[in-house]
C-alpha cells in the first residue's frame, strides 16, 4: 500500500482530515453541516443518537480498513460517543463517513460545526474466508468465558 489515502470532500467546506501531531496514528475528523442547516450545531438529547456528517469520503485500499474512534474530550468532558462505539469503513465504502454519536450524559449536548468529532485510523485487515467444520482445535483455555484466565 502507498502511504497515501485519497479522500474527496462532498461538501466544500469540509474540512481535510488531519494528524494533531505527526506521531498521532488517527485522522481527526471535523462535523460538516449542509449548507442548508438552520443552526452551526447538531443537539443531542440525553440517550439520543445523531448521525453527524463530516463532508468527506475516502478511498481505503484493499486489505486494509478505517476504523472510527471518538475523540477522548468527547467522552469524558461531555459523555458523547460513538454510538456504536467503533466504526468500522470497509473499503469498498464510497460514500461520506457519518460519526453516530450517542449522548450518555444526563443533559442536551451540542456538537458545532468543524468541531473535530472523531479520528480515523487505517489499520491492514486481514481478508479470510470461513469454514464450517464439526469440532474445533483444542486449547487450553477451551470454552472458558470473560474472567476465566482469573485476570
Same mark, same amino acid.
Given at each position: ?41 447538531? %443537539?443531542? /438529547? ?5 448521525? +453527524?456528517?463530516?463532508?468527506?469520503? &475516502? =478511498?481505503?485500499? *484493499? ?49 458545532? %460545526?468543524? /468541531? ?5 485510523? +487505517?489499520?491492514?485487515?486481514?481478508? &479470510? =474466508?470461513?469454514? *464450517? ?19
Amino acid at each position: 500500500m502507498s502511504n497515501k489515502i485519497k479522500f474527496k470532500k462532498t461538501n466544500s467546506k469540509a474540512v481535510a482530515p488531519l494528524r494533531a501531531t505527526y506521531s498521532a496514528a488517527g485522522y481527526d475528523l471535523t462535523v460538516c453541516l449542509p449548507d442548508t442547516s438552520l443552526k452551526p450545531w447538531i %443537539d443531542i /438529547e440525553p440517550g439520543e443518537s445523531k448521525m +453527524i456528517p463530516t463532508g468527506i469520503a &475516502v =478511498e481505503i485500499p *484493499e486489505g486494509y480498513v478505517g476504523l472510527l474512534f471518538g475523540r477522548s474530550g468527547f467522552g469524558c468532558k461531555l459523555n458523547l460517543r460513538l454510538a456504536n462505539c467503533v466504526g468500522v469503513i470497509d473499503n469498498d465504502y464510497r460514500g461520506e463517513i457519518m460519526v453516530a454519536m450517542y449522548n450518555d450524559s444526563k443533559v442536551s449536548r451540542q456538537v458545532a %460545526d468543524a /468541531e473535530r468529532i472523531a479520528q480515523l485510523v +487505517i489499520v491492514p485487515c486481514l481478508l &479470510v =474466508e470461513m469454514e *464450517e467444520v464439526k469440532e474445533l482445535g483444542v486449547t487450553e483455555r477451551g470454552e472458558g468465558g470473560f474472567g476465566s484466565t482469573g485476570k
